[in-house]
């Protein structure tokens, strides 16, 4: 079975400051990798997502990650944040069968 | 381009009620899903469909039922709603499973007292 683990609940951070949100999958088996915003009162929207390829993926707003397989890795990153870029976030893992399993979320709150 | 609509937008359900949540995409996606959303907990899977006719269970489907209707539409019922079926439920389309990305209603709030 597939797990992700996102570490850390709720993470802040000044306005203009790097910022990263962690996250860790388990899967016997290859895995396909996204990152999904949530606005308040909203659904979800995909950020970005890694099928194959090159290792760094690149994303709406500014944002990337990088896909790591030895440390089964998929840490998002953002070199500035802005005010607007406060939200939830999820990393989600599948196979491609017909599920699509979410880590609990990390809150991100950029402080002005 | 609606994309995923849900329908209602907040329900207030007494323990033991009925309901059917909506859902329907424009997007002509094979797949959809439904998922609830918990504080701490994430999205969980309740029930997937992979194409018209065709349902399966997710990780917690006790409590629900759910119907294809046609391509377009994914509904979810509550048979006997229970406290703990208070969440936010969202629906979810691809247009395959495998690596493609979902596209999410605005969720439906639903407190069952």
């Known amino acids: 079975a597939q797990s992700v683990t996102q570490l850390d609940s709720q993470v802040p951070v000044f306005e203009e400051a790097p910022v990263e949100l962690r996250c860790n999958y388990s899967?016997?088996?290859?895995?396909?990798l996204f990152w999904y915003v949530q606005y308040p009162n909203q659904g979800l929207q995909l950020l970005l997502k890694?099928?194959?390829?090159?290792?760094l993926v690149k994303g709406i707003n500014g944002f990337e990650a990088e896909f790591n397989k030895s440390q089964t890795s998929f840490h998002l990153r953002k070199p500035s944040v802005h005010i607007s870029d406060t939200a939830e976030y999820f990393c989600?893992?599948?196979?491609?069968?017909?599920?699509?399993?979410f880590g609990t979320g990390t809150r991100l709150t950029v402080i002005p | 381009n609606a994309g995923v609509t849900q329908t209602p937008k907040f329900q207030v359900l007494k323990t033991g009620q009925s309901m059917t949540l909506q859902c329907a995409q424009d997007?002509?996606?094979?797949?959809m899903y439904w998922y609830r959303q918990d504080p701490g907990m994430g999205l969980r899977l309740i029930y997937y469909?992979?194409?018209?006719?065709?349902?399966d269970k997710g990780e917690v489907p006790n409590g629900y039922n759910v119907s294809r209707l046609n391509k377009r539409e994914f509904s979810l019922r509550l048979e006997s709603a229970a406290p703990s079926q208070t969440s936010v439920y969202f629906c979810?389309?691809?247009?395959?499973?495998?690596?493609?990305?979902?596209?999410f209603g605005q969720g439906t709030r639903l407190t069952v007292v």
């Open positions: 890694y099928l194959s390829g090159s290792t």
């Open positions: 997007m002509n996606h094979n797949s």
């Open positions: 469909s992979a194409s018209e006719g065709t349902t």
């Open positions: 899967s016997s088996v290859s895995v396909y």
């Open positions: 989600a893992v599948t196979t491609g069968a017909n599920n699509l399993f």
């Open positions: 979810a389309s691809s247009e395959k499973p495998s690596g493609d990305r979902a596209f």
